[in-house]
């Protein structure tokens, strides 16, 4: 049981808070406190910021307890129910807002989900690496944290450590080769500029449409409190109930055989906001690989884009090559009938080159690019794109079908695609939109 505080509600007191420009707009951490002008945002970031902060004023001095419902599922339960009429313009209230599940279903994935808030903590988001790459972050600001696209240095050139504290996102952007590159800044610095080229943060889907609705948007606050709060005091704790609630959930299972996974996805919403969050996440995925190991957990990530990732230990590892070692993730061990936590990291700008592997054990990353900048696009597949090797089929349905249930395998052209948790050496495109 954990007590909402309006403290509790920020980063100030974490010791691996995500670091931020202090003399950014959207400066210190937590919806709660935040300046009330969003002069630099955009008008999906504004109105996510209101309702954010409308609600977790509510949340104040409010308890957050564990239950298990009468079927058997685990999930959050609010001390003091929130009233129905918070946001005002909910089309759909219920009579009253006191209850969250841990896990979601995914729409289009059609499968479990878990996930908390997005964008970077001053906003109240769990997705520090989104700093630099949304509209709070003022241009200069931004520039100043990347690399100047003029001055970046080539793939494999030696590069400064990035010092703790130091304002710069990273140093070390995976390559398909392993190269460590600078993350490069493209905003007016190319000639001729790029249309292209934005961070990809600037459309996250995930700071807009349902996830602002009164329900989903209290669960995920609701959510990432108690995971912020056990994390600190009792990851244990916190991992033995994530355990326990993905026993109980429902998963499609795909495949036959050998083949057959039960795919989930870590994060439809949100990032791995801190190493020991994410190291809580490899004792859950060890957890389940020994009690089911058809089940496997698809995270993406641009959490490698952040200070506290890119620090290395007296071994000279960052965060992820450690945490994913087969030494920790029992899945990546020889003789392992598949990997059960695929961690795909993210590229940072739409129009890079699909992000490579954040270890030699687990997978290439993914793309974003825009669909009249694709090459296989534009020229109906015959050519291709040398920035991915797979284009999510799942945009190619028609509107009404876009799941990955009704798309076809890249590879098997069968329908049903789960390239994401299957092809660990296939780099992913997800096109703009």
Known sequence: MSQILPDELEFADEQEAPRENPNAPAAFHGALKKRPALETSHASLTRTMWVRRTIEEA??????????????EIALRLDTPLPRDILGYDLA??????????????????????????????????????????????????????KSAATSAPAGADQQPVKKGQIILTEKMPRKDGAPVPVPFYEGDEDPPNQWRTPICQYCYASAGNYRGMHVAVGGIVRYHWTRYLILRDPDLWVRTVVASMKQLDYPLEGKGKDAIMPVRIHSAGDFYSPKYAEAWIKVANEMFKWDPRIVM????????????????????????????????LSARPGSPR??????ASSYHVGDEAAGRLHPTNCVGTSSV??????????????????????CPVYNVERDAKTCQWAIDPVTKKMGCRACWRYLDKRVNFTTH
């Not at 957050?64 to 009468?70: D, L």
């Not at 990997?339 to 795909?344: E, G, K, P, S």
């Not at 534009?378 to 040398?386: A, C, L, S, Y």
């Open 59 to 72: 949340l104040v001095g409010n308890t957050v307890e564990v239950f298990t419902k009468p079927n058997g």
């Open 339 to 344: 990997l059960n936590f695929v961690v795909r």
């Open 370 to 391: 825009f669909r009249d900048d694709n090459a296989s696009y534009k020229t109906g597949g015959r050519e291709k794109d040398p920035r991915f090797d797979i284009d």
């Open 93 to 146: 209230p219920r009579d009253e807002y006191s209850q969250f599940e841990l896990w979601g279903m995914s729409g289009k994935m059609q499968c479990p989900t878990w996930d908390l808030t997005a964008g970077p903590p001053s906003v109240g988001g769990s997705c520090p690496a989104s700093t630099a790459g949304q509209s709070i972050c003022e241009v200069q600001t931004r520039k100043t944290m990347l």
């Open 298 to 329: 698809w995270a993406p990530t641009r959490s490698w884009a952040t200070p506290n990732w890119a620090e290395t230990d007296k071994a000279g590892q960052t965060h992820w090559k450690r945490l994913l070692d087969p030494d920790n993730l």
